[in-house]
């Protein structure tokens, strides 16, 4: 069975196509205004409130630094000084 190929998503098994990075950025925008932000809100923005919350936690940064996949410790000091 092939894959959804490159730049889609698979929604389920069930899925009659792919979702597509355009839909996911206008999913989020959509859920941005939804959610009544003043500032236009895209998907790269959930890795960087993800790096934050976890920073914010208290968590190890060499394992934030591996879940969120960088390789350099130094892709960390934003959220570490925030």
Do not use: W
């Amino acid at each position: 069975m092939a894959g959804p190929g490159p730049g889609r998503l698979r929604t389920c098994h069930r899925a009659k196509g792919a979702i597509t990075v355009d839909a996911v950025r206008k999913i989020v925008s959509r859920a941005g205004r939804e959610g009544g932000l003043t500032f236009p809100v895209h998907p790269h923005m959930l890795r960087h409130a993800t790096g934050f919350k976890l920073a914010n936690d208290g968590q190890d940064t060499r394992a934030t630094q591996n879940y969120l996949g960088h390789r350099a410790i130094q892709h960390e000091g934003v959220q570490n000084f925030v």
